[in-house]
C-alpha cells in the first residue's frame, strides 16, 4: 500500500506541473518577440533517475506501470532527449528555459503538450502526444 501511496503522489507531482504549463501557455504574449532565454543543461543533469513510470499508448493497447522506471537524458546539438526504460518511446527535441536556483524547465503546447521538470536532482515528466502519454518521478 505504501508503494501505491508513494506512487500516486508522485504522480501529483506530474500533474501539478502539467497544470502549470497548461495556464501558462493560455497566457497572453502582446509584444510578439521571441525571446531566446534556452539554456545548455548542466552536466550534472545529464544522467539516469529512477521513479515512477506510467506510459500509455494511443492505442489502447493498455498502460506500462514500473515503480522502478528509469529515464536518461541526453543532449544531441542544442535539444535533449529522454530516453525511458520498458519499451517505451523516448522524448526528443526539448529545450529548457532556466528557472530559479538552478532548477529548469521544459514546455510545449499546441498539438502535443510535454513538461518536464528538474529541480534539486528529482526529475519531473509529463506528456501527451498524438494520444500517448508519459508520466515519470523520481522517487
Do not use: R
Not at 543532449?75 to 536556483?101: C, Q, R
Amino acid at each position: 500500500m505504501n508503494i501505491q501511496n508513494n506512487f500516486l503522489k508522485n504522480l501529483g507531482k506530474v500533474a501539478v506541473i502539467l497544470s502549470v504549463l497548461f495556464v501558462t501557455s493560455c497566457g497572453s504574449d502582446d509584444d510578439g518577440a521571441v525571446v531566446d532565454q534556452f539554456v545548455t543543461l548542466p552536466t550534472t543533469v545529464l544522467t539516469s533517475y529512477t521513479g515512477n513510470l506510467v506510459y500509455t499508448p494511443g492505442d489502447g493497447s493498455g498502460p506500462t506501470i514500473n515503480t522502478s522506471g528509469s529515464a536518461t537524458i541526453a543532449v544531441s546539438g542544442n535539444t535533449y532527449t529522454i530516453s525511458f526504460s520498458d519499451g517505451v518511446p523516448s522524448l526528443s527535441g526539448l529545450v529548457f528555459l532556466s528557472g530559479a536556483n538552478g532548477n529548469f524547465v521544459s514546455a510545449s503546447s499546441g498539438v502535443s503538450t510535454t513538461g518536464v521538470s528538474v529541480e534539486d536532482g528529482d526529475l519531473a515528466v509529463g506528456a501527451t502526444i498524438g494520444g500517448n502519454t508519459w508520466a515519470f518521478s523520481t522517487n
